[in-house]
């Protein structure tokens, strides 16, 4: 079971990082470990920053290669596996020598992302001369389009363990890439300009509400020991000395957080983000006349969506129409262009130009039901199922 699940935004900017915002990375904080998704450049700073703990870094899902996505990956591996620049050469080297004990029993960092990950991982690591005091592994989710062979003609790194390369299902998504007694991650292509993938963590149901009156009167008169109290609530069933059976309350589903890379259309996860407790969608471009003024005179809603898609964007109407087709009881946006500076301490205009694409998302989310637009070092805390 897992405690408290919550995201630390660390950045929120499309292609141009700005004053305001920096590139795509965000940490799912799940009790004391850390997934982050996605490393833009100057991820390792922000996590500095923020009340994420670089030590407690597990794993790493990318969503795809795009710079502003990944460009920050190699100096969170380097920082986070003691990793050593160009001078661990030698055999002798006490680092190396740690390496040696550490590929033997320490748990690698695991690194999930498209084909190309574990080649940008390895010759990255090779030509900086980068020597890692811990293991690290790369899987990657493959498509059919992908080349059958490794994405590296490089040999393993030395802190590198093989990778495995996962292969889509039948209906095309990648299903349990990571699953433990509390999570499982699943993963589905999303449409962008290049491939790209959307990640699903889907929290194991959980104990129902437990009414102690309902059992206690039948234990007393049993004779059994209240312990047995601790096996109802998960779930279990009893049977008393008297024959009577006791059946624990059933289990409650678990909470789901849905994190999409760039897209401009992540309709192939949509079954597998369905009844999301959090959905975060990218809006990276919007259409405010009279709000925005850059907005050009000739310029549509139909004229920026066209844009934005051909981009491989969405707008914030696009996200909350997708919201709304998988009833994600939340929505949070982010990726946002440069043009929305977006923070509350910037200026009105910047603020009012954030409100205005919250509400565009909410028209289409409908319901009354509320949108965030993410900044920068922003937390939130997604609570546990009634
Ligand atoms: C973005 O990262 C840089 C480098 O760490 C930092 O100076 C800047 O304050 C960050 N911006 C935000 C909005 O957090
Ligand atoms: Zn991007
Ligand atoms: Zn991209």
Same mark, same amino acid.
């Given at each position: ?14 292609? $141009? ?143 590198? $363990?093989?990778?495995? /390369? ?9 299903? /349990? ?14 449409? +962008? ?37 601790? $096996? ?6 009893? $049977? =008393? ?11 409650? !589903? ?13 309709? !192939?996860?949509?079954? =597998? ?13 919007? +259409? ?92 939130? /805390? ?5």
């Amino acid at each position: 079971m897992v405690a408290t699940i919550g995201i630390t935004f660390l950045g929120t900017a499309s292609a $141009q990082p700005s004053s305001t915002r920096n590139h795509s990375s965000l940490a799912l904080r799940l009790d004391g470990d850390v997934w982050l998704f996605d490393c833009g450049e100057a991820t390792q700073h922000q996590v500095q920053k923020s009340n994420v703990k670089m030590g407690k870094i597990q794993k790493i899902f990318i969503t795809h290669t795009h710079g502003d996505h990944i460009f920050g990956l190699l100096p969170i591996l380097a920082s986070r596996l003691n990793g050593a620049g160009g001078m661990a050469e030698g055999a002798d080297d006490p680092r190396a020598q740690n390496l040696v004990s550490n590929m033997a029993t320490a748990e690698p960092i695991e690194i999930y992302g498209p084909y190309g990950t574990r080649a940008y991982v390895r010759t990255g690591l090779k030509y900086t001369h980068t020597h890692l005091g811990s293991p690290y592994v790369v899987h990657e989710l493959r498509t059919a389009h992908d080349p059958p062979e490794d994405s590296c003609t490089l040999p393993l790194d030395p802190a590198e $363990q093989p990778g495995r /390369d996962l292969a889509a299902g039948a209906d095309g998504t990648w299903r /349990d890439v990571f699953a433990s007694d509390a999570l499982a991650v699943s993963a589905a292509p999303i449409w +962008h300009s290049v491939p790209c993938v959307g990640y699903a963590v889907a929290e194991r149901p959980v104990p129902g509400k437990m009414v102690p009156a309902l059992y206690v009167p039948h234990l007393k008169r049993t004779g059994t020991p209240m312990s047995v109290l601790r $096996q109802l609530q998960l779930g279990e069933r009893v $049977q =008393l000395a008297d024959g009577t059976v006791l059946e624990g309350p059933a289990r409650r !589903p678990g909470r789901k957080v849905v994190i999409l890379g760039d897209t401009y259309d992540p309709s !192939p996860i949509a079954a =597998l983000a369905e009844d999301a407790d959090l959905l975060v969608h990218e809006a990276t471009n919007a +259409h405010l006349p009279g709000i925005d003024p850059d907005t050009k005179a000739t310029d549509t809603y139909e004229i920026v969506e066209e844009r934005a898609k051909s981009r491989g964007h969405s707008t914030p109407q696009m996200a909350g129409a997708f919201a709304k087709r998988i009833g994600a009881k939340r929505l949070v946006l982010n990726h946002f262009s440069a043009r929305y500076a977006g923070n509350d301490d910037v200026n009105e205009e910047a603020r009012n130009v954030m409100v205005a694409i919250r509400h565009l998302a909410e028209e289409q989310y409908g319901d009354g039901r509320e949108v965030l637009c993410a900044r920068d070092l922003m937390t939130i /805390d997604v609570e546990p199922r009634k």
